[in-house]
């Protein structure tokens, strides 16, 4: 059975950095494709960047692009996303996500999905 168990999420001031883990289990191929997704309070939930297999990486929210990088370690089954020079408005929960098919920014291209974790980030 696949699992996928985020962490490190946490509180922090505007323009901190979090890093924030997504470790996988239970998976018998390799997935096609890694994603972040999250959700602010009244919000749907939102793409933010997915990984391929063949290591190309997307980005679905300029606000996001130049602060936020998604990279994945193989060896250790571990999806990582770095967030830099936090804002206020990227307070939200964050979803590791997981397709053997190529997702993209859609909630319904993932079919596996971790609980999340929280990133609240102070003005």
């Known amino acids: 059975q696949v699992q996928l168990v985020e962490s490190g999420g946490g509180s922090v001031q505007a323009g901190g950095s979090l890093r924030l883990s997504c470790a996988v289990f239970?998976?018998?191929?390799?997935?096609?494709?890694m994603g972040w997704f999250r959700q602010a309070p009244g919000k749907e939930r939102e793409g933010v960047a997915t990984?391929?297999?063949?290591?190309?990486?997307?980005y679905y929210t300029d606000s996001m692009k130049g602060r936020f990088t998604i990279s994945q370690d193989n060896a250790k089954n571990m999806l990582y996303l770095q967030m830099n020079s936090l804002k206020p408005e990227d307070t939200a929960m964050y979803y590791c996500?997981?397709?053997?098919?190529?997702?993209?920014?859609?909630?319904?291209?993932?079919?596996?999905w971790g609980q999340g974790t929280q990133v609240t980030v102070s003005s």
């Open positions: 996500a997981a397709d053997y098919g190529l997702g993209a920014s859609r909630v319904s291209d993932f079919g596996y």
């Open positions: 239970g998976y018998t191929y390799d997935f096609n494709s």
């Open positions: 990984i391929y297999s063949n290591g190309v990486r997307t």
